[in-house]
């Protein structure tokens, strides 16, 4: 199985506040996609990336893949409350069967 | 309307009994999964069925027997529960193998949260 190792583990800060969100491995993937999870919901995909090196912007959410498509980040700028949730990384699995996810990131931010 | 359904949401049950969690997907995906979030958070493929025919099996307890009727429909049976099967379970699905196709999307349902007393 392919490891994804997410940090920081937890992460509280206050409204306006930028932060970042790191997913490594030591596996190389063809893809990785990040997706969001609230309390009591499903987790949902905010972005996939695939070619090294790629940055992909959303809103106040900026993704990047690293140029060896073993690691990337997601950072986001001026934070707000309903930034609040888990953030995942997600890459293939050797099988290419199935998504292998990170152990994820809870972030609240407070007002 | 809700793409990805499971039912129950909430599952409250005793060592040693024996419960069923269903799943419905309605966006005409043909491959469709179970995961299981513990405590931690830390989400794991359990199976997955693409056109009703099982494609992944993890390392999962024989305990745990999922079916899928047609490809709608993948439901997980759980016998004789423990106190560790306590979690979340999530049913999902998508079009096509979602780690064969780059950028393939997986819709989750909103979580089964089955705790065993």
């Known amino acids: 199985t392919q490891l994804l190792e997410q940090s920081p583990q937890f992460l509280s800060i206050q409204e306006g506040e930028n932060l970042t969100v790191y997913c490594n491995s030591s596996s190389v993937f063809s893809s990785l996609q990040w997706y969001r999870q609230e309390p009591g919901e499903g987790p949902v995909l905010l972005v996939t990336v695939v070619t090294g090196g790629e940055v992909k912007k959303l809103k106040r959410l900026t993704f990047q893949f690293g140029d060896a498509r073993k690691d990337s980040s997601l950072h986001i700028t001026a934070a707000q409350p309903g930034d609040t949730g888990l953030y995942l990384c997600a890459g293939r699995s050797n099988s290419g069967y199935a998504l292998n996810f990170g152990k994820g990131t809870s972030l609240l931010v407070t007002p | ?117």
């Open chain 2, 1 to 117: 309307d809700t793409a990805v359904s499971q039912t129950p949401k909430y599952l409250v049950t005793q060592m040693g009994n024996d419960k069923s969690i269903k799943c419905e997907q309605n966006l005409g995906h043909d491959t469709m999964y179970w995961y299981k979030q513990d405590s931690k958070k830390f989400l794991k493929i359990m199976f997955s069925y693409n056109n009703k025919e099982l494609i992944i099996n993890e390392t999962v307890p024989n305990r745990f027997s999922p079916k899928s009727p047609d490809k709608a429909h993948l439901n997980l049976h759980i016998n004789s529960l423990e106190l560790g099967d306590s979690a979340v379970y999530f049913c999902a699905s998508s079009q096509g193998i979602s780690g064969q196709i780059i950028g393939n999307t997986i819709y989750f349902g909103e979580g089964s949260w089955l705790t065993v007393v």
